[in-house]
């Protein structure tokens, strides 16, 4: 009986006292941001009540623990933490009953510079009015997949384009129908935000 109870203290005091483990952070590729991110911490023996501790780059230890911890699971849970420098993070397990994990550590790489756009030349630049969509080819740099084309007419209404037929890095060609005299204005917005210099189309009765 002895032999039995102390091997199921033993057995006790072992799971209590057992460490866990960090197997992944996701997602992948983090980038630089002031704002928070989410991490999905995946592993063993995450107890409730972990506190987790983000050593940046720089050597600052951040502590995130209680409502910070979301989603808790003895093989997962998500953390929002500011990743705002590039570099080398390293995260740390503390379960409640102070076992410890092994630094766990993940690259977070500079944010990546969206480029705006610019329109060079606009073809062709003069048109006679129409109430039939007329073929428009702007070229430049740095056109996105999924932009929008914004076109204003002499009187300063602005209207979306709806029909893009081609979208690349340097080209684009739209439909539109051009129905009054005068200029007309062209403006590219990448989907990231970023908007291109307004180019001029002359469109004569």
Do not use: C, W
Not at 79 to 106: C, H, K, M, Q, W
Not at 172 to 182: P, S
């Amino acid at each position: 009986m002895r032999s039995t109870l102390a091997t199921v203290m033993l057995g006790f005091a072992a799971v209590v006292g057992v460490e866990p483990r960090i197997t992944n952070v996701a997602p992948q590729n983090l980038a630089v941001s002031n704002k928070a991110q989410v991490l999905t911490v995946t592993g063993e023996d995450f107890r409730s009540g972990l506190t987790l501790h983000l050593t940046t780059p720089g050597g600052d230890v951040r502590t995130h623990s209680g409502a910070d911890i979301t989603t808790p699971k003895a093989t997962s849970f998500q953390v929002a933490v500011v990743l705002d420098a590039e570099g080398r993070y390293e995260i740390v397990v503390v379960n409640p009953d102070g076992a410890t994990s092994a630094p766990y550590p993940f690259q977070v790489k500079a944010a990546s510079a969206r480029q705006q756009p610019a329109i060079d030349t606009v073809t062709p630049a003069e048109l006679t009015k129409s109430r039939e969509p007329q073929t428009i080819t702007l070229t430049g740099r740095n056109f996105a997949a999924g932009l929008k084309i914004s076109v204003t007419d002499p009187t300063g209404t602005v209207m979306a384009v709806d029909v893009i037929d081609k979208v690349a890095p340097t080209s684009v060609i739209f439909r539109f129908a051009f129905t009054q005299t005068g200029p007309y204005e062209v403006l590219v917005t990448n989907p990231g935000g970023e908007s291109s210099n307004a180019a001029t189309v002359t469109v004569a009765g």
